[in-house]
């Protein structure tokens, strides 16, 4: 009768042995995309997650995952909806216990949502370029990382354009802020004011109520200020009806330049004519000229695996920038593994240290193909912003060209006031901040 | 005051771009007594179609004319399958099956014609009239101007419309009571489906005007925000008050805009900017207290 079992026992143990070796060789690095495709804002994040996917599956395809380990992710819609942002996080989260990459949320909103339940699940926000600013001091903030750029460095930035425009001097000029009035738009102003004191320019702050889509008085307040240049925090349908405001009292649009939430093509298309020859800041240039761009579609689209169902978006600003995402997150995969061992998939904390101890420089990103994709960024402990450059870029009506290389806001200026307010965060809160010079 | 009167002119003629949208709303409401939450969702369907159809290779007529259909055919529908089940229900039941709707074109329209905001190209260049500016130094939009052009002759259509036909006449009085205009053999159904014809006609002239100023995409959808402030004022059943509310509403707040905020500045610091998102709100609520039908609306007398 044993005999008779003999087989199938032993055919159950090789099946055994071999699912266990499957499953050695699946392992899998998570990413929950809490993420956004419909409603208000949806081709803005069909374009952004859209790159973000498709290089987690070139990467996957082009060397079969990183050390071996696949990237995999779930998508939860939000709408931009902050509620909606909390409900998804709570349904990834589960998921996001054993691996997870950083939460890339694309709202400011939802990052404010976000920021303590992460942190007190281990589990790492990025908000590139948005967010909660004065988490750049990671001493306060361990699991939150506004990284490459924050609002102010950014503002900054482009003060620091235009003043090389200028000749190196602002002083006697006249500079009219003109913001969305909500958090996003206000977070510039105490940079300004520092620039403005600096560097003698005077600033007229002039804020428009959401959405924004009528601006006909303050355009004739900035028509009667008579400014040298407008600097633009503008949202959604704000952007294209400042531009054809601009137009309509004969504002030069070389003379405006915007944050880079106004700088894609869905912000500059819908205004036609009255857009060209506007300016806004960037980290990421568009076009498929960037190598791993090109090599995306070739590979990924070439294998029918492509994420976008509107390939014309390949290539757009927000298709490049969340490539560049995704760029960076993987490459904080790697650093984690070159750490926690090699062909493991990394759990929140490991994700966290990784993401505190990027150094990728101009060589790496030439390697990677992804040139302009990112400046180079290096963050530590009491850096998780690790860059503060950004490009400009201006749209010639057809495309957006870059017109600068690589500007780093005055870090000297605006670091110490993020360390100004993470501190009364951190008073406010309880927060024992953690000692920078003990972390490695 | 070169300036005030450049002011109030931009602010009359952003008026009349409220208007256009403020009338969708009351032709719904003439007919039926209900407030239509999904005029500003209509605005975004009529103005997606144009240029959906445009991108299929439509020239602008033939898209305009496609609209219109994709809108009437809309009315139709929503008469069939929403509103019909709806006879003699509470109007709240009728305004609650308008949000339903409002949310089911937000969704579908995007789905249909894709969700990226697009140009709408009308060949009127919103540029200041250059005599008016060398003359006078004033920034006067062709753009407006047309706008306001094309909003007189909607509300003289619709005003003639109301007043002269036998299906204004009809429409009047289903507003008034369903039941008495059905027993005297009004077919409330069809003239229902006519009057959501019409205000999709209405939500197709707004959004054109909107679409081509902003660009065509979901926040045109936010321009029934804008609308509401001139109904309160105008009243929900008078055309011409439609008008009148929306040049009140757009030369006040934009008056309000560039002079309340420098003396707030002085009275408390900080900035007050950017009050003109609450202004028209905060104007059309004292206006209720002083007179709840609004400047035209009908007052309304029960016997007791």
């Known amino acids: 009768m044993i005999k008779s079992f003999k087989p199938a026992l032993s055919a159950i143990a090789l099946s055994l042995a071999m699912l266990s070796q499957g499953a050695a060789a699946a392992e899998e690095q998570f990413f929950p995309l809490i993420d956004y495709r419909v409603g208000p804002y949806g081709s803005n994040g069909q374009a952004f997650y859209g790159g973000f996917i498709d290089y987690l599956n070139y990467v996957n395809l082009k060397e079969k995952g990183v050390n071996g380990v696949q990237m995999t992710y779930e998508e939860c819609e939000t709408e931009y909806n902050n509620a909606k942002g909390v409900e998804c996080y709570e349904r990834l989260k589960s998921k996001a216990a054993k691996s997870a990459g950083p939460l890339h949320t694309m709202s400011t909103g939802i990052s404010y949502a976000l920021i303590d339940k992460s942190a007190q699940d281990k589990l790492p926000l990025a908000m590139m370029g948005y967010g909660r600013t004065d988490a750049v001091d990671g001493s306060v903030f361990p699991y939150a990382f506004p990284l490459v750029t924050t609002y102010q460095m950014q503002a900054s930035a482009i003060v620091k354009f235009i003043k090389d425009k200028n000749g190196g001097s602002l002083a006697g000029k006249k500079i009219v802020y003109l913001y969305h009035d909500s958090a996003y738009g206000k977070e510039a102003i105490v940079a300004l004011n520092a620039e403005a004191a600096l560097n003698k320019f005077e600033m007229v702050q002039i804020p428009v109520a959401h959405p924004g889509n009528e601006q006909g008085a303050q355009w004739l307040k900035i028509r009667q200020e008579k400014p040298d240049f407008v600097i633009f925090w503008g949202w959604g349908v704000m952007n294209q009806t400042a531009l054809k405001a601009a137009q309509k009292v004969g504002f030069p649009r070389d003379k405006m330049i915007g944050s880079w939430w106004t700088g894609s093509e869905e912000d500059v298309v819908p205004a036609g004519e009255a857009a060209k020859g506007y300016m806004a800041a960037t980290w990421n240039v568009a076009g498929k000229q960037v190598p791993v761009i090109a090599d995306i579609e070739k590979v990924v689209y070439g294998a029918g695996k492509g994420n976008l169902q509107d390939t014309s978006k390949i290539g757009t600003i927000l298709y490049n920038r969340g490539v560049s995402a995704a760029v960076l997150s993987v490459e904080a995969i790697r650093k984690g593994q070159d750490k926690y061992g090699k062909g493991k998939a990394l759990n929140g904390e490991q994700t966290r240290w990784a993401l505190e101890n990027l150094n990728i420089n101009d060589a790496r990103l030439k390697a990677l193909g992804a040139t302009d994709l990112l400046p180079e960024i290096k963050t530590s402990c009491d850096n998780h912003e690790g860059s503060g450059k950004v490009k400009i870029q201006q749209w010639d009506g057809a495309k957006w060209v870059p017109v600068s290389g690589w500007i780093e806001g005055n870090k000297a200026l605006i670091h110490p006031l993020f360390q100004a307010s993470a501190k009364q965060y951190a008073k406010e809160k309880g927060i024992t901040p953690r000692d920078c010079s003990k972390e490695k | 005051?070169?300036?005030?009167?450049?002011?109030?002119?931009?602010?009359?003629?952003?008026?009349?771009?409220?208007?256009?949208?403020?009338?969708?709303?009351?032709?719904?409401?003439?007919?039926?007594?209900?407030?239509?939450?999904?005029?500003?969702?209509?605005?975004?369907?009529?103005?997606?179609?144009?240029?959906?159809?445009?991108?299929?290779?439509?020239?602008?007529?033939?898209?305009?004319?496609?609209?219109?259909?994709?809108?009437?055919?809309?009315?139709?529908?929503?008469?069939?399958?929403?509103?019909?089940?709806?006879?003699?229900?509470?109007?709240?039941?009728?305004?609650?099956?308008?949000?339903?709707?409002?949310?089911?074109?937000?969704?579908?329209?995007?789905?249909?014609?894709?969700?990226?905001?697009?140009?709408?190209?009308?060949?009127?260049?919103?540029?200041?009239?250059?005599?008016?500016?060398?003359?006078?130094?004033?920034?006067?939009?062709?753009?407006?101007?047309?706008?306001?052009?094309?909003?007189?002759?909607?509300?003289?259509?619709?005003?003639?419309?109301?007043?002269?036909?036998?299906?204004?006449?009809?429409?009047?009085?289903?507003?008034?009571?369903?039941?008495?205009?059905?027993?005297?053999?009004?077919?409330?159904?069809?003239?229902?489906?006519?009057?959501?014809?019409?205000?999709?006609?209405?939500?197709?002239?707004?959004?054109?005007?909107?679409?081509?100023?902003?660009?065509?995409?979901?926040?045109?959808?936010?321009?029934?925000?804008?609308?509401?402030?001139?109904?309160?004022?105008?009243?929900?059943?008078?055309?011409?008050?439609?008008?009148?509310?929306?040049?009140?509403?757009?030369?006040?707040?934009?008056?309000?805009?560039?002079?309340?905020?420098?003396?707030?500045?002085?009275?408390?610091?900080?900035?007050?900017?950017?009050?003109?998102?609450?202004?028209?709100?905060?104007?059309?609520?004292?206006?209720?207290?002083?007179?709840?039908?609004?400047?035209?609306?009908?007052?309304h007398i029960d016997r007791v």
């Open chain 2, 1 to 299: 005051m070169n300036f005030f009167f450049e002011v109030l002119i931009g602010g009359l003629l952003s008026g009349v771009m409220y208007a256009l949208v403020a009338l969708g709303f009351v032709m719904i409401y003439k007919a039926s007594g209900v407030f239509n939450f999904a005029q500003g969702a209509m605005v975004y369907l009529a103005a997606l179609s144009v240029v959906g159809c445009m991108e299929k290779g439509a020239p602008l007529w033939l898209a305009i004319i496609l609209a219109f259909l994709i809108m009437t055919l809309f009315g139709i529908a929503t008469e069939k399958f929403v509103l019909r089940k709806l006879v003699n229900q509470p109007p709240i039941a009728l305004f609650m099956a308008t949000i339903g709707l409002a949310f089911f074109i937000e969704g579908l329209a995007p789905m249909i014609f894709g969700s990226e905001p697009r140009a709408l190209e009308l060949g009127i260049v919103d540029e200041p009239i250059p005599w008016v500016l060398d003359n006078w130094n004033m920034v006067i939009s062709k753009f407006d101007l047309v706008a306001a052009g094309v909003a007189a002759v909607l509300v003289a259509t619709l005003a003639l419309f109301f007043q002269y036909t036998r299906i204004g006449r009809a429409l009047r009085a289903v507003a008034d009571d369903h039941q008495a205009a059905l027993s005297i053999g009004i077919p409330l159904q069809n003239i229902w489906a006519i009057v959501w014809g019409v205000a999709g006609f209405v939500a197709l002239v707004a959004g054109m005007m909107w679409g081509a100023r902003n660009g065509v995409q979901f926040a045109l959808t936010f321009t029934a925000l804008k609308a509401l402030p001139v109904l309160i004022l105008g009243g929900f059943t008078s055309v011409p008050g439609a008008i009148v509310g929306g040049l009140i509403i757009g030369a006040s707040e934009k008056l309000a805009e560039i002079y309340i905020p420098p003396v707030m500045q002085d009275l408390f610091g900080g900035n007050f900017g950017g009050i003109e998102g609450w202004f028209p709100y905060v104007l059309a609520l004292l206006f209720l207290l002083v007179r709840p039908e609004g400047l035209f609306g009908e007052k």
